[in-house]
T-cell receptor, first 115, second 118 residues
Framework: NAGVTQTPKFRVLKTGQSMTLLCAQDMNHEYMYWYRQDPGMGLRLIHYSVGEGTTAKGEVPDGYNVSRLKKQNFLLGLESAAPSQTSVYFC??????????????FGPGTRLTVT | AQKVTQAQTEISVVEKEDVTLDCVYE???????LFWYKQPPSGELVFLIRRNSFDEQNEISGRYSWNFQKSTSSFNFTITASQVVDSAVYFC???????????????FGKGTTLSVSS
C-alpha cells in the first residue's frame, strides 16, 4: 500500500497562475481532507469530502476549489494564486470507525511558493 | 467553538530526560476524539494516538504515555527517557463526532517543537 500520495512535492508559482494539487489514497477511505500548514499556525482545514462526488468547506476555503470525482482522488485547485497561499499543503484520508471517525492518515505534503 | 491550546511553543531537553507536552482543549460536544501527531524534520505527519471522550484510561506505549483528564480538559503527552530521534513538532488535535455538520474536521493546536540534544 502506498497510503496517501501527493503530487507534486514542490512547486513555485507566479501570482495569478493556476495549478491543481492531486491527492490519491489506496486505502479505500471514505473521507478525504486538504489542510494547509503555516509557521506557528498548526494545520488548518481548507476543504474536505465525505464521499465520492461530495465536498464541503473547511476553516479557510477562500481561493481554493476541490473535486472528488473518484473515491481515491481528491484534487485541490488554485485558480489565481496569491502570495498568501504560500504554504505546505497536506492531504489526509480517514474511514468511519464504529460509526465515528477514525484517525487521519496524511500524505507527505506539497510545498508551494507563490512569488 | 472548538479549540486546542498547546501553550509550550518550544521545549529543549537533554537525552534521557522525561518531558511532558501539554494540551488543553475546548469543545461543547459530549462525544469527541483527541489525537496526537508527530512531525519530524522530514515533514510528514505521523499518527501517535487516538482517544475518545468516554475513555479516560491513561495509555502507555513504550516510552510514550498519555494522560487524559476530562475534568481539566487536558490530554498531555509524556516521553520518558527522551532520545534525539524524538526531536520533532508534536501536534495535539481535536475532532467532534459531528464534524460533517459543523464544517470542520481535525482542529489542531499550533504545535510544540521538541529538541532533544545528546
Amino acid at each position: 500500500n502506498a497510503g496517501v500520495t501527493q503530487t507534486p512535492k514542490f512547486r513555485v508559482l507566479k501570482t495569478g497562475q493556476s495549478m491543481t494539487l492531486l491527492c490519491a489514497q489506496d486505502m479505500n477511505h471514505e473521507y478525504m481532507y486538504w489542510y494547509r500548514q503555516d509557521p506557528g499556525m498548526g494545520l488548518r482545514l481548507i476543504h474536505y469530502s465525505v464521499g465520492e462526488g461530495t465536498t464541503a468547506k473547511g476553516e479557510v476555503p477562500d481561493g481554493y476549489n476541490v473535486s472528488r470525482l473518484k473515491k481515491q482522488n481528491f484534487l485541490l485547485g488554485l485558480e489565481s494564486a496569491a502570495p498568501s497561499q504560500t504554504s505546505v499543503y497536506f492531504c489526509a484520508s480517514s474511514y468511519p470507525r464504529r460509526g465515528a471517525i477514525g484517525e487521519q492518515y496524511f500524505g507527505p505534503g506539497t510545498r508551494l511558493t507563490v512569488t | 467553538a472548538q479549540k486546542v491550546t498547546q501553550a509550550q511553543t518550544e521545549i529543549s531537553v537533554v537525552e534521557k530526560e522525561d518531558v511532558t507536552l501539554d494540551c488543553v482543549y475546548e469543545t461543547r460536544d459530549t462525544t469527541y476524539y483527541l489525537f496526537w501527531y508527530k512531525q519530524p524534520p522530514s515533514g510528514e505527519l505521523v499518527f501517535l494516538i487516538r482517544r475518545n471522550s468516554f475513555d479516560e484510561q491513561n495509555e502507555i506505549s513504550g516510552r510514550y504515555s498519555w494522560n487524559f483528564q476530562k475534568s481539566t480538559s487536558s490530554f498531555n503527552f509524556t516521553i520518558t527517557a527522551s532520545q534525539v530521534v524524538d526531536s520533532a513538532v508534536y501536534f495535539c488535535a481535536l475532532m467532534g463526532v459531528y464534524f460533517n455538520q459543523a464544517g470542520t474536521a481535525l482542529i489542531f493546536g499550533k504545535g510544540t517543537t521538541l529538541s532533544v540534544s545528546s
